[in-house]
């Protein structure tokens, strides 16, 4: 596709499912990120892959959050055990190399929809 | 305090105004400054970026850095209805390898016609 696509683009769940978030990166990137977007707060970052694995997780909040990505393209977001604090806009950025990511020139896409009741 | 501070407005000019958007940071280690577009339920999308100090131009838009005062600005000439929109001031820096950013909470911009 010609851009990041991300689906789903709304989930509602309830308190303690698990859910489970996909990210589709521009073809040919190499990097792939995940932040997170909480209402009226700017993107956080959660996790950064270069390849098939994890460069940087610092940004996971605790261990009900885990990534993937194992084909070095499409990744997935896992989130156990969800609370109400969880709900937020996911949103996944990939980018060429990690020179290009120097210049800060992630592209996004339009973000998963978390809510949680 | 957080590492990057912005005002979140909203802001509300006229068409045709002269827009001035404005981030602090406290981290003296950031070197890329990078300014992204959010419109409404979409992702963001970078507007431009500088590296250090100075200023940058592209069309109506001028990015100022100033790292001694740990101060940047987005200048938008000419505002436009279509530049109503959320706009994220974005850093990062050498120790994190680049690879991640730090966000500011974001200026809602409105610009009546």
């Known amino acids: 596709g010609a851009g990041v696509s991300q689906t789903p683009s709304n989930k509602v769940t309830e308190k303690g499912k698990y859910v489970e978030l996909r990210c589709d990166p521009i073809?040919?990137?190499?990097?792939l990120y995940w932040y997170r977007q909480s209402l009226g707060q700017g993107p956080e970052f959660l996790i950064y892959f270069q390849g098939t694995g994890a460069a940087d997780d610092s940004g996971l909040p605790n261990d009900r959050f885990f990534a993937v990505r194992p084909e070095g393209s499409v990744s997935t977001l896992k989130i156990q055990r969800t609370e109400r604090g969880d709900s937020a806009v996911y949103l996944c950025?990939?980018?060429?190399?990690?020179?290009?990511?120097?210049?800060?020139?992630?592209?996004f896409g339009e973000g998963s929809r978390l809510t949680v009741l | 305090q957080k590492e990057v501070e912005q005002d979140p407005g909203p802001l509300s000019v006229p068409e045709g105004a002269i827009v001035s958007l404005n981030c602090t940071y406290s981290?003296?280690?950031?070197?890329?400054f990078m300014w992204y577009r959010q419109y409404s339920r979409k992702g963001p999308e970078l507007l431009m970026y500088t590296y250090s100090s100075g200023n940058k131009e592209d069309g109506r838009f001028t990015a100022q850095v100033d790292k001694s005062s740990k101060y940047i600005s987005l200048f938008i000439r000419d505002s436009q209805p279509s530049d109503s929109a959320t706009y994220l001031c974005a850093m990062s820096a050498r120790n994190s390898g680049y690879s991640t950013l730090t966000f500011g909470k974001g200026t809602m911009l409105l610009v009546s016609p």
């Open positions: 981290n003296s280690a950031f070197q890329y």
């Open positions: 950025a990939s980018s060429l190399t990690i020179s290009e990511a120097n210049t800060g020139e992630l592209f």
């Open positions: 073809s040919g990137h190499t990097a």
